[in-house]
C-alpha cells in the first residue's frame, strides 16, 4: 500500500512540472529539422532495478522496469538514462520529462525541459548602394525569414561588435582603397555567412550647366506658342494675298474698260433716233449706244453716239 501510494505521489508531482513546463513561453533547447539531440538528463546511478520513464507532450515515449523495456527501443536512451531522439521534425517539439524510480517505488530523479524546433537559416545575400546626397554606402544583407535572426557584420575579416542590424551604413570617406564585406545571420541552430563584397562608388560626372533659366516645359510651351503664331501669321498673309490678288484682277479689268473706252469720243445726240441705229460712211462710225436716263420721259431711249476715226 505504501508503495502504490509512493507511486501516485511521484505521478502527480510529475504532472505538476508537466504543466508547469508546458505553459512556459520560452524553450530551453533547440535542434534543426533532421538534426539528432542529446537531452540533458544525466543520472550516473542508473541501474536496471530503476524505473525510467520518458514522456513527450503527456504520452510515455519510452518505459523501462528491471531492464525491461515496453515502450521505446534501448538505442532511444543512453548509459546515463539521456533521451537521443534522432531526425528531428517540427512535431518533435514540445515538452519532454524524465523520471527516475527505486524499486520501492520511490522518486530518485526527475528532468523537465521544453524543446523547439526551427529551420536552418538560408544563407545570405549581401548587396549595397551609394548615396552620395548623405555620403554614404548602404549594404543590406539579405536573408528569407527575419524572424529570431541575429546579424553579424565583418568589415577587411574584422568583426564590427556594435553592428547587429540588417543593414549598415559606412561614410564613403571609409572606403578608400578596397575595403572587403560580409554579413553572417544566424538563429538558435545554425548560421550562414555571404560571400565577400567589395564596395565601388564614383560619383557621377557633374552635367553642364544649362543656358537657359527655364525647364524643360516652359520651353516646349514656348516653341508650341510660336509655331502655332508663325502658322497663324502664315494664314494671314495667305488670305491678305489672295484677297490683294483678287482685288489687283478687279482693279485691271476696270482699267481695261476704261482704257477700251478712252478710245472712244463720246459725242451726246440731241435727237432721237430708234434703237440699234447705226450708220457709216467712207470715213467715220458711228456707233450708237442705249443711255439709262430715267430723267428720259420720251418714248425712245437717249442714244450715247461714239464717233471712231476709222483712217488716221
Not at 546626397?133 to 575579416?157: H, P, R, Y
Not at 483678287?246 to 434703237?275: D, F, G, N
Request: charged share 20%; aromatic share 8%.
Amino acid at each position: 500500500m505504501a508503495c502504490s501510494a509512493a507511486t501516485l505521489c511521484v505521478f502527480i508531482l510529475s504532472a505538476f512540472i508537466n504543466l508547469s513546463a508546458a505553459n512556459k513561453d520560452t524553450c530551453e533547447l533547440y535542434a534543426a529539422v533532421g538534426q539528432s539531440l542529446t537531452l540533458p538528463f544525466v543520472y550516473d546511478r542508473l541501474e536496471h532495478s530503476h524505473v525510467l520513464r520518458w514522456t513527450h507532450n503527456d504520452t510515455i515515449i519510452f518505459y523501462r522496469q528491471k531492464g525491461r523495456v515496453s515502450v521505446g527501443k534501448p538505442a532511444d536512451i543512453s548509459a546515463t538514462g539521456s533521451l537521443l531522439p534522432r531526425n528531428l521534425q517540427f512535431s518533435s517539439a514540445g515538452a519532454y520529462q524524465a523520471n527516475v524510480l527505486h524499486s520501492n517505488g520511490t522518486l530518485a530523479k526527475t528532468w523537465s525541459g521544453r524543446l523547439c524546433i526551427v529551420p536552418k537559416v538560408s544563407k545570405p545575400q549581401l548587396t549595397y548602394s551609394c548615396d552620395f546626397k548623405s555620403s554614404a554606402v548602404i549594404l543590406s544583407c539579405l536573408v528569407g525569414n527575419l524572424q529570431g535572426l541575429v546579424f553579424e557584420w565583418t568589415l577587411d575579416e574584422k568583426t564590427l561588435p556594435s553592428e547587429t542590424k540588417q543593414k549598415l551604413s559606412i561614410s564613403l570617406a571609409q572606403l578608400k582603397g578596397e575595403r572587403s564585406f560580409t554579413c553572417s545571420v544566424a538563429n538558435k541552430v545554425s548560421k550562414e555567412r555571404s560571400d565577400i563584397v567589395r564596395p565601388t562608388c564614383k560619383r557621377p560626372t557633374p552635367s553642364p550647366p544649362t543656358l537657359l533659366c527655364f525647364t524643360s516645359k516652359t520651353v516646349v510651351a514656348a516653341f508650341a506658342g510660336g509655331a502655332g503664331l508663325i502658322l497663324l501669321l502664315v494664314t494671314i498673309i495667305v488670305v491678305l494675298c489672295c484677297c490683294r490678288r483678287s482685288s489687283r484682277k478687279q482693279m485691271e479689268l476696270r482699267e481695261l474698260r476704261m482704257l477700251s473706252l478712252s478710245k472712244r469720243e463720246p459725242i451726246y445726240c440731241t435727237y432721237i433716233v430708234p434703237s440699234g441705229l447705226r450708220h457709216t460712211d467712207n470715213t467715220c462710225w458711228f456707233l450708237w449706244e442705249f443711255v439709262d436716263n430715267k430723267e428720259n420721259t420720251g418714248n425712245y431711249p437717249l442714244i450715247l453716239c461714239y464717233f471712231v476715226n476709222i483712217k488716221q
